[in-house]
């Protein structure tokens, strides 16, 4: 009886290709797992294709709701962006698929899960770290690291094996996609002082070519998650679903972004996150409104380190999870509304509003009903500068004393 390995697949190239490779080369049966997390792509047809390639047995997921409640909420929650600017969307589908993975190798007995990524990427990283902690009895299988095909070569391979796949050497671009983002790769964009040609975008318009009149949207918040927009009621999915269609209609979420892997490459990335940009922003912005300062500032220390952990694989750490813990102490009160402007490319926030605001009119107000104590700054300020000045006094003093010999001859 031949060994079972399950095989994260999406359809593509590298996956399409690992099925027939893992069955000639190490002689397992695949069991193929495509989880959707809102990629937009055919299920059945991925289903049917793997089937009609060689794999023994299909699993099909729809892990939408869980991906953003569970990964890219926890995320927005904690204003997680990469080196500032990824909103994470690859990273943070990669440990739900991992888990999948496990379970799905427990219920078929297989004794090996394996993935289509490359030695070059931080994806091989994710899978292989979160495969360790939730099945670490499981081999871990990379075609990809193994053969050292080009994507080229992988394409020839295809082929010459009979193998439909959707990339041809004049498009040899490496996509990505969920609810949360789209991660462009590969071709041209390997260029980072090219412009990316307008083929790479699908869920953004060319700012040049949108609306001349600005759209506005409201999101509303409860406790640091999104439930609505223009006050209407919104699941997950249907809300970043409006969301994405809403803001690339204004051309908001495209990324450009020299990125540090993990792997210690700099890579040129481009990326299209039309309600993750919006979202991030909106977000912050209630937090700026309801969270106190030191609060606030500690938080973006949090925000980066937290960042980094998706981005390295760490989904599945100790310290993670700790971090959620300070994350949702943080987010008691960060609920309200935010009014946001999107046109031709750019987004700014130009309302928010919180029953929990910290904003108070009496206290930042100029005009007339101005509460603030002026007469108590006088004595602030004396106190918060007494180390300054203290420190001035001395040092005055030093420059001013007369030099002391150092001994005989002046030397020693």
């Not at 299909?58 to 997680?80: C, G, M, P, Q, Y």
């Not at 193998?163 to 590969?186: F, M, T």
């Not at 996150?273 to 609060?295: F, K, N, Q, S």
């Amino acid at each position: 009886m031949l060994k079972k390995i399950v095989l994260a697949y999406s359809g593509g190239l590298d996956t399409s290709v690992c099925v027939r490779w893992l069955n000639d080369a190490y002689g397992y049966e695949v069991v193929t797992l495509t989880v959707d997390v809102g990629q937009g792509v055919d299920l059945e047809a991925a289903r049917a294709k793997a089937l009609q390639i060689g794999a023994c047995e299909v699993s099909v997921i729809d892990a939408r709701e869980e991906f953003l409640r569970d990964f890219a909420f926890r995320a927005l929650k904690a204003n997680a962006l990469y080196e500032g600017k990824y909103p994470l969307a690859s990273a943070l589908s990669r440990p739900l698929i991992a888990r999948l993975l496990v379970e799905t190798a427990e219920r078929v007995g297989a004794e090996a899960i394996a993935h289509g990524c490359t030695g070059k990427g931080n994806d091989q990283v994710r899978f292989d770290v979160s495969a360790a902690a939730l099945g670490p009895h499981l081999k871990v299988v990379a075609p990809l690291r193994e053969w050292a095909m080009s994507r080229e070569q992988a394409i020839d391979y295809a082929a010459e094996h009979g193998i439909p796949v959707p990339a041809q050497k004049e498009s040899p671009y490496s996509i990505d996609a969920n609810l949360w983002g789209r991660s462009i790769e590969c071709g041209a964009l390997e260029d980072p002082w090219r412009e990316p040609p307008e083929d790479v975008w699908l869920l953004t318009r060319d700012p040049a070519d949108c609306p001349d009149r600005p759209t506005y949207v409201e999101i509303s918040f409860e406790q640091g998650l999104p439930v609505a927009l223009d006050g209407k009621a919104m699941e997950p999915i249907e809300l970043v679903s409006e969301l994405n269609r809403v803001a690339g209609e204004q051309g908001v979420g495209r990324i450009d972004h020299i990125e540090n892997r993990l792997v210690g490459i700099k890579s040129r990335e481009v990326y299209e996150a039309p309600a993750a940009t919006v979202l991030m922003v909106a977000h912050r912005d209630l937090e700026d409104l309801t969270l106190e300062r030191e609060t606030a500032h500690f938080k973006r220390i949090i925000s980066d380190k937290y960042a980094e952990l998706l981005y390295y694989g760490l989904w599945y750490s100790p310290l993670r999870e700790a971090l959620d813990a300070f994350v949702d102490q943080t987010q008691v009160n960060v609920t309200g509304t935010v009014r946001v402007k999107m046109h031709r490319g750019q987004m700014m926030i130009v309302g928010r509003k919180s029953p929990y605001s910290l904003y108070d009119l009496s206290l930042a107000t100029y005009d007339t009903g101005d509460g603030y104590n002026h007469a108590a700054a006088a004595g602030f300020i004396e106190l918060w500068g007494l180390p300054v000045r203290t420190c001035a006094k001395v040092q005055s003093a030093r420059q001013t004393r007369p030099e002391v010999p150092t001994g005989k001859g002046g030397a020693r």
